[in-house]
C-alpha cells in the first residue's frame, strides 16, 4: 500500500524529447523558425496541387500585371513577369530548387566537412597539419568569385552549382569537428573503449561521431540559409539555376531588368529566400542553445 | 613574440602559395587553357596543337605551375583578354572604389553595431535588447542583394534622394554603403552583445562601481575593452573579406570596383584578369587577419605566444 502510494507520487516519466520540447516552448523564436521551415517544406511537396497556374504558361497580354489584378476572370495575387507568367506560381515552384540545392549542398559539405575535422582531431600529426592549411586556403578565397569561376568554368548546371556550394561551405563543419574531437579524445570513455581493446575505426563511428552530431546539425541549421542565399546570389549574378527552371534567384535577375517599371518582381521572391533564411536561422539559434549550450549565451543562459 | 611573429607569416606565406595553386588549378587542371582561351569550334587539331606548344602548356603541369608562380611574384598574370593590358593593372585601377566603398561600409557597420550591441547586454531582456536582436536577425537573413534592390526601389525610383548607381561623390555612396553596411553590422552587434554579456559579470565591474567610477567610464573603459578581442578578431575578418570586392553588392549598384571587375571577367571569359583578382583579394584577406592576429598581442597583453 505504501509502495502503490510512493510510486503515484513520483515524478511523471518524461519521453527523450522532453528537453527539447521544453526548450522550445520557452523560446518562440523556434517555433516561429520550425512552423515557417515546415510550411516552405510543405509549399515545395504541394507545389503542383497549390500553385493557381502553371509557372511556365506565359500570357504575353497580361505581361506585368501588378498584384492583386483581376483579368479574365484570373487573378495575379502576386502580380506578372515580362512574360505574363503568374508570379505567385513560380515562387511557389522556386521553393522546390532552393530546398533541394540548400539541402544537398548542407548534406555534402557536412559530410566531407565533418569527415575532414575527424580525421584531422583524432589521427592528428601530419594530417592535421595539412588538412588545417587547406582549411586556412578555403577560408581566404572569396567564395563566391571562387564559386562563379568554378561554374564558369565547368559550365552552369544544378550538380555543379551543388558540388561549388559545397565546396564553399565544408570548412566550417571541419573546424569546430576537429576542435570538438580534440576535447572528446582526451575523455575517460574513449581510455576506456581503447583499455577495451576497441580499434580506431570503431571509437571514431561509436563515441566520436555521435558526440560531435550537435555542433554538426547547428552548424548545418546556419548553413541551410547561407547555401540557399548563395544559391540565390549565383543564380542572380547570371551562372546558377539555368533559366528554364523557376528559382527565387532567376526572378530577382528579372526583377532587377525590370526594376523601374515592377516592383514587385524584385520584391517578392527575395521575401520568400528571407522568410526560408530567417526560419533556418532561428532553428539554428535555437538548436545551438539546447545542444550546444557551451558556444554562445543565448536566451537560456 | 617574434617567433611566433616568423611562423605566422610563414603560415601566411604557405595560404599563398595554396591559393595560387588553386588559381593555377582553375584553368590549367579544372579546365583547358586551349579551350578557354579559344573560340569554340574555330580551331582545328593542328592549330590547338601549336598553341598548345606555343604557350609551353605542353610542358609538365608543376613546371608550369612554377612559371605561374614566378610571373605571379613580378605581378605578371598576363594580358587580359578583353582590353589586351596587363590583368593585375586592371585589377589595382579598381581598388580606390573597392577600398572605399568597404571602409564606408565598416563605418556604418561598427557605428551602428558596436553602440547597440553595448546598449542591447547593458538593458538584457529589455526592449532595445530585443530590437537590436530582431535587427541583426534579419539583417543575417536578407539576401545582400535584394536588400540593395529594395533599397534602390525605395530610395532611388521612389523618392528619388540617391542615384540608382554608379560612382561619383556622396551621393552615390549611400545606398551601396548603407545595404553593405547593414549585413556587416548585424554580425557585429550580436558579437558585441554576446561579449559584452560574457564581462559584465565580472568581479572587476563591481569594484570598479565600488571605488565610484562613472558608469560611462567603467562601460567604456573596463567592460568593452575587455569584451573588444572577439569583436576585433571580427572586424579584421570583415574587413579582409570587404577588401576582396563585395561581388554582389557592387554588381546591383554598377560600382565600379574590384568584383564587379571580376565577374564580368568571368562572363567574358577572362581568365588572366580572373586569377589576378582572386588572388589579389585573397592576398589581402590573408593580411587582414595576420594583422588582426598581431592585434591580439597589443590588446591582451596576457596572450602568450609559443
Redesign the interface.
Known sequence: MAAAHALSAAPPQRPPWWPVWRAAQRDPGAWLGTAALSGVVLVALLAPHLAPTDPESQDIVHRLMPPLSVSAGHCFWLGSDQLGRDLLSRIIFGSRISLVVGLSAVALSALVGTAVGVVSGYIGRGWDDLLMRITDVQLAFPSILLSLAIVAVLGAGVRNLIAVLALSGWVGYARVTRSRVLGIRQQEYIDAAKTLGARDGRIILRHVVPNVMPSVLTIASFSLGGMITAEAALTFLGLGIPSNIPSWGGMLTDGAQYLSVAWWLATFPGAAIMVTVLATNLIGDWLRDVLDPRTESGPLR | MQRYVARRLF?AL??LL??SA?AFA??HV??DPVV?LLPPFEAGQAQVAEMRHSLGLDRPLLVQYAAFVGAALHGDFGLSIRQNTPALGLVLDRVPATAELASAALVVAVGAAVPLGVAAALRRRRVVDRAALLFS??G???????LG??A??LFG?ALRWFP?GGIGGFRHLVLPAAVLGVFSAAGILRLTR?SM??VISEDYLRTARAKGLRETAVVARHALRNASLPIVTWIGLELG?LL??A??TE??FAWPGM?RL??QA??A?DFPV?QA??LF??TI??LA?FCTDLMYAWLDPRIHYS
Open positions: 603560415q604557405l595560404v595554396g591559393i588553386v582553375l584553368t579544372i579546365g578557354l536577425m534579419l543575417q537573413s536578407m539576401p545582400t542583394f535584394w534592390l529594395q534602390i526601389l525610383v540608382t554576446t554579456l560574457d573579406t576582396g570586392g561581388v554582389v554588381t546591383v568584383g571580376a565577374v568571368i562572363f571569359r580572373v583578382a582572386v583579394a585573397a584577406f590573408v587577419t
